[in-house]
């Protein structure tokens, strides 16, 4: 199943284009977006890219969008040391507004329905209590903690892992109407 545009309640998941990797590149270089909980990466448009040019089949960048198209955020997916990962960070003005909690449980149903996979993943900083609610929220479970693993401004940081098995899942929370198809 190939989706262009995955509709949520308050905000859908449109796949970034090539055409649009200039403001890709906005969003991953912009110091409010992640803020203070991932690293100043800081990559020229050329660099993302060659990243794109390179994504396997199991990869897919994501921008988050309100209703009126405003672009807010990203999500994406990909397979790391064999488990189906997750990663995602919105503008700071996006936040506490429930998109992340949305944004996470319609990839988490898209990847469930699309793929014949047990296991979604994800990583956050052990400071990042926001972000942690917001996998709690979309049905993960906190497994443990990586120390030391992520260098972040400077500073080496603990990340936390959670997963969602799928009979976690048991069923579509907004996409159900993937499930149809």
């Given at each position: 199943?190939?989706?262009?545009?995955?509709?949520?309640k308050?905000?859908?998941?449109?796949?970034?284009?090539?055409e649009?990797?200039?403001?890709?590149?906005?969003?991953?270089?912009?110091?409010?977006?992640?803020s203070?909980?991932?690293?100043i990466?800081?990559?020229?448009?050329?660099?993302?890219?060659?990243?794109?040019e390179?994504?396997?089949p199991?990869e897919k960048w994501?921008?988050?969008?309100?209703?009126?198209?405003?672009?807010?955020?990203?999500?994406s997916?990909?397979?790391?040391?064999?488990?189906?990962t997750?990663?995602?960070?919105?503008a700071q003005?996006?936040?506490?507004?429930?998109?992340?909690?949305?944004?996470?449980?319609?990839?988490?149903?898209?990847?469930?329905?699309?793929?014949?996979?047990?296991?979604?993943?994800?990583?956050?900083?052990?400071?990042?209590?926001?972000?942690?609610?917001?996998l709690?929220?979309?049905?993960?479970?906190?497994?443990?903690?990586?120390?030391?693993?992520?260098?972040?401004?400077?500073?080496?940081?603990?990340?936390v892992v959670?997963?969602?098995?799928?009979e976690?899942w048991?069923k579509p929370?907004?996409?159900?109407?993937?499930?149809?198809q």
């Amino acid at each position: 199943m190939v989706v262009q545009l995955l509709e949520g309640k308050r905000v859908n998941l449109r796949i970034v284009e090539e055409e649009e990797l200039g403001v890709f590149a906005e969003f991953l270089n912009d110091p409010t977006v992640g803020s203070e909980y991932m690293p100043i990466l800081q990559q020229p448009k050329s660099a993302i890219k060659q990243r794109y040019e390179r994504l396997s089949p199991d990869e897919k960048w994501f921008f988050v969008e309100e209703k009126n198209s405003n672009i807010v955020g990203w999500i994406s997916h990909s397979v790391i040391g064999g488990h189906m990962t997750i990663e995602y960070a919105l503008a700071q003005t996006a936040r506490n507004r429930g998109y992340g909690t949305e944004a996470v449980m319609m990839m988490v149903d898209y990847l469930f329905l699309s793929r014949n996979i047990r296991r979604i993943q994800a990583e956050v900083l052990s400071v990042n209590v926001a972000s942690q609610r917001v996998l709690e929220k979309a049905g993960f479970t906190r497994e443990g903690i990586k120390r030391k693993s992520s260098f972040v401004k400077g500073l080496w940081q603990d990340d936390v892992v959670f997963s969602i098995l799928r009979e976690e899942w048991a069923k579509p929370k907004i996409l159900a109407h993937l499930a149809l198809q």
